[in-house]
């Protein structure tokens, strides 16, 4: 991933995070929500880390580089349909399971910012997965139509 990518999603993450825990002081002093979704919201966030982790472990074993002439060491990238995982019911599984993430954590904050926040990022990602779903679709011919960009069977 390039440096300027990671710089810049690193800085969103801290943003967030900032404003969560800014968030939750806010609402220290306000009485505790009658429904307690610690527990489960910790679950969901673990279901969502583990599956985003794992996604992200088969596309790094995908990413391979043809090399070039003169030994340079440069090269050009030789893209491939991801297989293993949930890639054989959606082109981006790792989103779907940031959003399960996200939602895990908005259930533990228990705040309208984290709720919204989870929201937003779900809006984001799911605009993502579409536009990754047709860029496979313009670069592979053999692209199985059954593939759904977010969520399986569905989107």
Request: glycine share 12%; hydrophobic share 45%.
């Amino acid at each position: 991933m390039a440096r300027d990518t990671v710089l810049t999603i690193s800085i969103s993450y801290v943003l967030v995070a900032t404003g969560m825990i800014y968030a939750q002081h806010l609402t220290s002093c306000l009485p505790d929500p009658p429904l307690d979704l610690l527990y489960p919201g910790v679950l969901v966030f673990a279901v969502g880390l583990a599956g985003n982790f794992y996604h992200h472990c088969l596309l790094s074993q995908l990413r391979t580089t043809k090399q070039g002439g003169g030994g340079g060491g440069g090269g050009e990238k030789a893209y491939k349909i991801p297989t293993g995982g949930l890639f054989g019911l959606v082109t981006c599984p790792h989103y779907l399971f940031e959003i399960i993430g996200f939602f895990g954590f908005a259930m533990i904050a228990q705040t309208v910012h984290a709720l919204a926040v989870a929201a937003g990022t779900a809006a984001y990602l799911a605009g993502r997965s579409c536009a990754t779903r047709r860029w496979y679709e313009s670069k592979f011919e053999d692209f199985p139509e059954n593939i759904k960009a977010l969520v399986p069977y569905v989107l």
